[in-house]
């Protein structure tokens, strides 16, 4: 009821990046069913990938069982690879193929269409997916009372006895570190960073993945010192 409320003011769109072989898994049906519950978004734009105009034409009928106003982005579409041409040489066309370029190209869609003051993102192959992961996604971004203009959303990975996935790896690996540098070799931290002992130890090459790595450590130091566990709670 609250998101309803806050969309009447503050319009919420959704971006759906999604390769064509992502509609015949068990997610995308799922993920179909519980967005059209969804009363509060304005638009839903999907971004699809890796389709020839076949299959174009069958994702359009697709996602016809979306309730909101919704439009598919064909990026294989000759329309739109003359104008990845045109930005290319223009410098401004990103540099790789893949799910990045997908939501470059579906942002200056949403942009274009002057109407969204708030915007979420989500993965196409969640098999666990509920609307309420859309709902907790977007809510601290479009409440108006709440200072934030981004939120993260996350979802376990689980496998071969560890976590996986970005929020591991950009995010908890980091914290767990940090966390040791402040307040020194704790049990329970050491038990944490079982879970993901590849992450800890980053292969990626150049300044930039490193510099990302320590981006949760000044937060540590400013605003958990002093009020962190002193034993391995």
Known sequence: YELETFAQSR?????LPCLYSELETDAMPLILGELSKVTYLHRIIIGLDRADEAQFRHAQQFFKGLNQNHIVIWNDSPRMKALGERLDALGLAPMEQGKGKNVWSSLGYLIGCEDSSVMAIHDCDIVTYTNEMLARLVYPVANPTFPYQ?????????GQGKLNG???????????????????????LDYLQLFSVQSLRPQAPGPEPRRRQRGPEPYVHRHLQGHLPQAGR
């Open 150 to 158: 981004v939120a993260k959303g996350f979802y376990s990975r689980v």
């Open 11 to 15: 319009k919420i769109s959704l971006i």
């Open 166 to 188: 970005r929020v591991t790896r950009l995010l908890v690996s980091p914290l767990l570190i940090a966390l040791k540098k402040v307040v020194g070799d704790r049990d329970y």
